[in-house]
């Protein structure tokens, strides 16, 4: 079969996609961030040393895949890391927490709040910087955004998950003061970052059905989130929300926070997410990133995609096609570029149709 190859730029492409106007195929963002550097021969450590680096694996990325849209890694722990909590530094897999900043909750009012700032974070200026380089070089051809982490789970970062969450239900005050500090960090965070001209991608995956209920969802992180959309906006740039795993209670709460895109994980029926939210937002998702892309053969990511793309190729504010979360770093390169080949099979397409 003869390989189909793009006719448009990715910023044509969303221009006129979004514009209801026919394009050569659907807006494709698998999540990447994780695979990346293995993608173009560099371990996961590398894209950590330098802001350089970070540019250098999404553009060798883009020039293989030639998807819709370049990343900017903050993290899942960069509040947490920001304010002292310390991370390990493994060669091929994201950096785990070593050890929290905060292991007694009454000590919250203790935290900076000057320390999430870029002026005084190292890793914010890496990342802000790495932002700032792709918008000047890549800007012209595709968007970045830059992938932060919600309100839950910052506060993950700062307090070990486990007493978190038994903190719920007996200090209840004192989450919420922690909760308070690691949403004003992140909108301070997020304002730095959409100044450099990116879009901000909003992960919180302590914030899932599998985790918490959806009466604490609605308690505990969609007022905080809803914070965030407001700081977001202001400076022109869009906000995209995800929330691993189980979401199917909790995702019309999900569009309460004013995302401008709702990205679900595989958990959540394309089908499902394309009745409740699509008639208010672009869909992002969610082709299986363990048992496809990592464990599965080339014909299962074709077919994995062409049957996503089926289901909601229809949505009515559109859809990007995407994996469900974040692609292993084990997974082999054929895998991703068998799902970009499938989106490009399907071939031309208009928004909603």
């Known amino acids: 079969m003869t390989k189909r190859k793009d006719q448009m730029t990715s910023n044509e492409r969303m221009q006129a996609y979004f514009d209801g106007k026919e394009v050569d195929r659907l807006p494709a963002m698998p999540m990447i961030d994780s695979v990346g550097p293995r993608l173009v021969g560099k371990e996961t450590r590398f894209k950590r040393l330098s802001a350089e680096n970070q540019v250098y694996v999404q553009k060798k990325a ?3 895949l030639e998807l819709d849209g370049l990343s900017i890694e903050y993290g899942l722990h960069g509040i947490g ?5 310390v991370l390990g530094d493994p060669e091929d897999i994201a950096p785990p927490i070593v050890k929290h900043v905060l292991d007694d909750l009454r000590d919250v009012d203790n935290l900076d709040p000057e320390c999430v700032l870029r002026k005084n974070d190292p890793w914010m200026d890496l990342c802000c910087t790495a932002c700032e380089m792709l918008v000047e070089d890549m800007g012209s051809i595709v968007g970045t955004s830059a992938s932060l982490t919600g309100p839950l789970t910052a506060a993950a970062s700062i307090f070990p998950i486990t007493k978190l969450l038994i903190a719920t239900r007996k200090q209840p005050e004192l989450v919420r003061k922690l909760l308070r500090f ?3 960090a992140l909108i301070s965070v997020s304002e730095e970052f959409a ?3 990116v879009d901000i991608f909003i992960c919180d995956p302590v914030a899932s059905g599998d985790i918490i209920s959806e009466k604490a969802y609605r308690e505990l992180v969609l007022p905080y989130t809803k914070e965030l959309a407001p700081a977001i906006h202001k400076h022109g740039v869009a906000m995209g929300y995800h929330i691993c795993g189980n979401t199917n ?3 019309t709460a999900m569009l309460e926070s004013g995302c401008d895109m709702l990205s679900v994980d595989t958990k959540v029926p394309l089908l499902k997410a394309k009745e409740i939210a699509g008639p208010t937002v672009p869909i992002i998702g969610n082709v299986d990133p363990i ?12 077919e994995a995609v062409l049957k996503n793309i089926a289901d909601c190729a229809d949505s009515p504010n559109g859809y990007i096609v995407s994996t469900g979360c974040d692609i292993p770093v084990d997974t082999p390169k054929e895998n991703v570029l068998a799902f970009m080949d499938a989106v490009r099979e399907y071939g031309p397409v208009k928004l909603g149709l």
Do not use: F, H, W
């Open 182 to 184: 690691s949403t004003d």
């Open 62 to 64: 883009y020039e293989m």
């Open 249 to 251: 209670k909790i995702t």
């Open 81 to 85: 890391q920001a304010c002292g909590t």
């Open 291 to 302: 048992n496809i892309m990592m464990l599965g053969t080339p014909a299962e990511v074709r």
């Open 195 to 197: 100044k450099c001209g």
